[in-house]
């Protein structure tokens, strides 16, 4: 049975603009608006972010000094009230609250204008550190008005949520709305998961969810409500990530390959090195895939240097066997080249000549690489976004393999994949980037994955060093010296010019400086993002020929090229940088058989730890684990380029249970129901289509 407060008012549902409801208005719904709440059901779910502890309450005659700078939570009576000027101007308002055991101040530093909201009489709770202006005296972070002269003290404390906010709206203004429109919203609830599913995760049932996060007895309520909005969302996301899986493989006919074990093996008996036992694993997953009649959608995760490339090579060949054509897509130009020259001198014993098509060729040039591949006379292509442009055509495509997939938007790497007009070509993405459990499930659901977890031997080792401004002089001689050795080195900088607002060295100032005054008559150049592609080309390819030996760069060479005479690497503010892209940095040395040094040179003030963290491993799942737990999912899940997927509730460090059954669910309710079309499950469709800007789109897209 409701309560009068829960009754449901005629009219109200949880589509109501946010303009109507209790205590809002127009004005407000436009403040509410800049924090995506526009609706009865965004307020709903704009759960608190954290909540402030208040449920210890302690004797004001027991708030003593010994506590003093810890926070402490009082509940007493408004005995007085006051604004008092101070000599710098400041205006303080303050109160003396009193409880049976004694009297405390409570002082707000330039805020007068409380005196409006806390009158004397009023029951007032009062959260915050302990302060001595002139005595003891309570700062309160948080407060809120309990009640009048009539009202009696609580038993205990409470738990007070704190919401995002904006300007013009505080976090106390907030939770008033909440709590003028919570009772009536509440009832309107209705559970969209299945009854199974919330039993696998033991969460509690919707509306008894969001009225725990945002009316919580205790931080245990709190997190109670917060699992289940965790788990719905991870399920949501994952059915997406299913359903756009399911389509990628099944909505056309996949090409079934047979391993003929001709160019393959005359291709491992040929290699200068034996594949690593993560090759032969990787090779193996990828085999079964196609040969199977369902495409193959992978992606092949490995860290710098574990051999993506041959690897690829392989299935390549299983497609060229199997009277197909296979295309290798790389973001750049010179990355395209160094992928081509590597296929060229790894498939010279075999007779093959994989072709080369990217935007700087002549018009003649590519127009006949254009003919050969529509006739079918050519079988290997490498290529950049040329291979995507509409003029482009294969006789028969059978695998598409796209390097450092995350640097081509999701459509990009469809245009490739359909460039079969038959047949569905299997999808081989590649990428350095290695990738933690908890990332891959909630990244890359709709991909099976393959990791190459193992160097090949003979790799040579990075060492990483940290060394502050007294040392810069020794390690310019280092450079020096490793110069003169015949090698090459990278510095590298977070930034390109300098700003009033960061105080960081920039690359291109000091591109000049160290040509001038550090290493005259070394070729120094320079490489960052805002140069067109043609010159970081240019430039790059100087590098690579040793015509440039030291070169000043920004992370436009995270994704680069292999140059395994470099054997040096500077990284200056590398607390700038998350540690998986100074990982992909270090990446960029020790790539030949010498020594390589990755040395970092931290700015003033910058935290140690975690680049000691950094420095001691090589390991890079390890790091970029780290970097989840540091970075958050947020920043590291934006360069799928699907349109950042954002969390709100859920939490890797708390949840990894939850995504993993999420991720198990989603892929059975996706294989039994590919539409997911049972009444069942019509509310979870329902509510992918308001989360996801193309949630819906995947569950009317038709396979043909």
């Known amino acids: 049975m409701r309560s009068a407060s829960s009754r449901t008012e005629p009219g109200l549902r949880l589509e109501t603009p946010a303009q109507f409801l209790k205590g809002v208005g127009?004005?407000?719904?436009?403040?509410?608006?800049?924090?995506?709440?526009?609706?009865?059901?965004?307020?709903?779910?704009?759960?608190?972010?954290?909540?402030?502890?208040?449920?210890?309450?302690?004797?004001?005659?027991?708030?003593?000094?010994?506590?003093?700078?810890?926070?402490?939570?009082?509940?007493?009576?408004?005995?007085?009230?006051?604004?008092?000027?101070?000599?710098?101007?400041?205006?303080?308002?303050?109160?003396?609250?009193?409880?049976?055991?004694?009297?405390?101040?409570?002082?707000?530093?330039?805020?007068?204008?409380?005196?409006?909201?806390?009158?004397?009489?009023?029951?007032?709770?009062?959260?915050?550190?302990?302060?001595?202006?002139?005595?003891?005296?309570?700062?309160?972070?948080?407060?809120?008005?309990?009640?009048?002269?009539?009202?009696?003290?609580?038993?205990?404390?409470?738990?007070?949520?704190?919401?995002?906010?904006?300007?013009?709206?505080?976090?106390?203004?907030?939770?008033?709305?909440?709590?003028?429109?919570?009772?009536?919203?509440?009832?309107?609830?209705?559970?969209?998961?299945?009854?199974?599913?919330?039993?696998?995760?033991?969460?509690?049932?919707?509306?008894?969810?969001?009225?725990?996060?945002?009316?919580?007895?205790?931080?245990?309520?709190?997190?109670?409500?917060?699992?289940?909005?965790?788990?719905?969302?991870?399920?949501?996301?994952?059915?997406?990530?299913?359903?756009?899986?399911?389509?990628?493989?099944?909505?056309?006919?996949?090409?079934?390959?047979?391993?003929?074990?001709?160019?393959?093996?005359?291709?491992?008996?040929?290699?200068?090195?034996?594949?690593?036992?993560?090759?032969?694993?990787?090779?193996?997953?990828?085999?079964?895939?196609?040969?199977?009649?369902?495409?193959?959608?992978?992606?092949?995760?490995g860290d710098v240097g574990s051999g993506k490339t041959v690897v690829a090579l392989f299935a390549m060949l299983v497609a060229v066997e199997n009277d197909c054509q296979a295309a290798?897509?790389?973001?750049?130009?010179?990355?395209?080249?160094?992928?081509?020259?590597?296929?060229?001198?790894?498939?010279?014993?075999?007779?093959?000549?994989?072709?080369?098509?990217?935007?700087?060729?002549?018009?003649?040039?590519?127009?006949?690489?254009?003919?050969?591949?529509?006739?079918?006379?050519?079988?290997?292509?490498?290529?950049?976004?040329?291979?995507?442009?509409?003029?482009?055509?294969?006789?028969?495509?059978?695998?598409?393999?796209?390097?450092?997939?995350?640097?081509?938007g999701v459509a990009q790497r469809a245009l490739l994949a359909q460039k079969n007009a038959v047949e569905g070509p299997d999808v081989l993405l590649l990428t350095a980037t290695p990738i933690p459990r908890t990332l891959a499930l909630a990244t890359y659901g709709d991909l099976d994955i393959s990791r190459l977890d193992e160097l090949p031997p003979g790799r040579g080792r990075v060492r990483t060093a940290i060394r502050g401004e007294r040392s810069r002089a020794r390690v310019y001689d280092f450079v020096r010296a490793e110069v003169a050795a015949g090698r090459q080195a990278y510095v590298v900088y977070p930034v390109i010019d300098e700003s009033e607002k960061l105080d960081l060295r920039a690359a291109a100032k000091m591109a000049v400086f160290l040509a001038k005054e550090i290493f005259p008559g070394i070729a120094v150049g320079l490489v960052h993002g805002r140069l067109p592609a043609e010159e970081r080309d240019v430039v790059m390819r100087r590098f690579r020929s040793n015509a440039i030996r030291v070169l000043v760069a920004t992370t436009v060479i995270e994704v680069g090229i292999d140059v395994p005479n470099a054997t040096v690497m500077i990284v200056e503010h590398p607390e700038r940088f998350g540690l998986a892209p100074l990982h992909q940095l270090r990446g960029r040395i020790g790539r030949g058989a010498a020594a390589s040094h990755c040395i970092l040179m931290p700015g003033e003030g910058a935290s140690l730890e975690r680049l000691r963290r950094f420095a001691a491993t090589q390991d890079g799942l390890r790091i970029a684990e780290l970097d989840l737990t540091e970075r958050g999912y947020g920043e590291l899940v934006g360069a799928k380029q699907a349109g950042p997927v954002e969390l709100r509730y859920a939490d890797f460090g708390r949840d990894g249970d939850l995504l993993a059954l999420a991720h198990r669910l989603a892929r059975e309710a996706i294989a039994d129901d590919p539409h997911l079309g049972a009444p069942a499950l019509r509310p979870v469709v329902a509510e992918i289509g308001r989360r996801f800007e193309r949630g819906l789109e995947l569950f009317r897209a038709i396979p043909g």
């Open 26 to 301: 127009g004005r407000r719904a436009e403040l509410l608006a800049r924090l995506g709440v526009g609706s009865a059901r965004d307020l709903l779910y704009h759960i608190p972010f954290r909540y402030l502890d208040a449920t210890t309450v302690t004797p004001i005659g027991r708030a003593r000094s010994g506590t003093v700078g810890a926070d402490v939570t009082v509940v007493g009576r408004v005995v007085s009230t006051g604004v008092i000027p101070t000599r710098s101007g400041l205006r303080v308002f303050q109160c003396v609250l009193q409880d049976d055991s004694g009297l405390i101040e409570c002082g707000w530093p330039g805020r007068p204008f409380l005196q409006r909201h806390i009158s004397k009489g009023a029951l007032l709770l009062a959260s915050g550190p302990l302060r001595h202006f002139h005595g003891k005296q309570l700062q309160p972070r948080e407060w809120i008005v309990l009640g009048g002269e009539e009202d009696e003290p609580p038993s205990r404390g409470m738990v007070l949520p704190v919401y995002r906010s904006t300007e013009g709206l505080t976090v106390r203004q907030l939770r008033g709305l909440v709590e003028k429109n919570l009772g009536v919203l509440l009832p309107l609830v209705e559970e969209g998961l299945p009854a199974q599913w919330r039993q696998a995760a033991g969460v509690a049932a919707l509306p008894r969810a969001l009225q725990l996060a945002h009316r919580p007895a205790s931080l245990a309520d709190a997190e109670v409500g917060r699992r289940r909005l965790a788990f719905e969302e991870l399920v949501l996301l994952q059915l997406v990530l299913a359903r756009a899986r399911w389509l990628a493989k099944r909505s056309r006919a996949g090409i079934r390959f047979e391993v003929k074990r001709d160019l393959t093996t005359r291709l491992r008996a040929h290699l200068p090195f034996e594949l690593t036992s993560a090759q032969k694993r990787c090779l193996r997953e990828i085999v079964a895939d196609q040969t199977s009649p369902v495409r193959m959608h992978r992606l092949l995760s």
């Open 328 to 408: 290798m897509m790389a973001p750049t130009e010179i990355l395209a080249e160094q992928h081509a020259e590597t296929l060229t001198r790894l498939l010279a014993p075999l007779g093959l000549l994989p072709e080369l098509l990217v935007g700087r060729l002549s018009g003649a040039e590519k127009a006949a690489i254009r003919e050969r591949l529509a006739a079918g006379a050519t079988p290997l292509v490498v290529g950049t976004h040329a291979l995507i442009q509409e003029d482009v055509e294969f006789k028969r495509l059978g695998l598409a393999v796209i390097d450092e997939q995350h640097r081509f």
